[in-house]
């Protein structure tokens, strides 16, 4: 092989060998973690109820007849060997329950209106526990809590866009990104954006993905109708593409200048 050839190879070949090496996208989460190292997380954390929830609220104590009252929405219900009242597992799945009104307000028997937008749900189970007590009710009663409609949207780069529903109301920005089938290959690991409804107005939360600080994040937990957005890169590129690009086409007019003159020569 002739010298232009040759040079004309050898640049080609550093050209794709550095092409390759370009890291396009930077895939790994929480990457300033460190190996052994404990980081705490709130164990107590609840979800808060909006408006539109709709809430699962099953009333019991020892004495049956007097919770059946506050069970409207039950269907059939049991009486257990303890005393308690539980709602059939197979009526429990299509009942509508409380619906949360647009005054934050629930419409629960006998007690009337009980404003539970933006309690914690067992702020919700104490009211109404409070008020079964002091309105002389029942002394010792149980109340049990349920969403039936959790569920957040998750949209832009990932490869599931959608509105996903959880069992319960306990879910992390972690796991709702990789139910929505994880990032795709457009999208910004540090551009993140949860946009949350409180108290009739909406605030966004930018998070990064590779930073640890993401478990400090008011949003690590999502709460009923966040949305998340993973921002794509679209065509503005951002700094370390940018320079692969510039490096990468610089090189390539070099060696092609380079492979110009030793054809002349």
């Keep these: 092989m002739n010298k232009p050839k040759l040079w004309a190879s050898l640049s080609l070949l550093a050209v794709l060998l550095l092409t390759s090496c370009a890291s396009r996208k930077n895939f790994v989460y929480l990457q300033d973690m460190q190996m052994g190292e404990k980081y705490p997380y709130d164990v107590g954390y609840e979800a808060v109820v909006h408006r539109d929830d709709r809430l699962s609220i099953t009333v019991s104590c020892k004495n049956p007849e007097l919770a059946i009252p506050f ?130 107005e909406r605030q966004m939360f930018m998070h990064d993905l590779r930073s640890k600080d993401l478990f400090d994040s008011p949003c690590f937990y999502l709460q009923q109708n966040d949305i998340v957005y993973v921002e794509p890169k679209y065509r503005k590129k951002d700094n370390e593409e940018r320079g692969w690009q510039i490096g990468t086409t610089m090189l390539s007019a070099v060696t092609a200048a380079c492979s110009i003159i030793w054809a002349t020569k």
Excluded: C, Q, W
């Design 71 to 200: 069970n409207i929405y039950g269907g059939t219900f049991h009486v257990g060997a303890d005393g308690n009242v539980t709602a059939d597992a197979a009526t429990r799945v299509n009942e509508k329950g409380y619906r949360v009104d647009v005054e934050g307000n629930i419409d629960f028997p006998i007690l009337g209106k009980l404003h539970v937008e933006g309690l914690k749900v067992s702020e919700v189970t104490n009211l109404i526990k409070t008020r079964l007590i002091e309105g002389d009710y029942m002394k010792d009663p149980l109340v049990s809590i349920e969403f039936l409609n959790f569920k957040y949207t998750v949209l832009g780069a990932v490869a599931n866009n959608g509105t996903f529903s959880v069992d319960g109301d306990r879910v992390t920005l972690l796991e709702a990104i990789a139910k929505a089938g994880d990032l795709d290959a457009k999208a910004r690991t540090n551009r993140v954006a949860v946009i949350r409804e409180s108290n009739g």
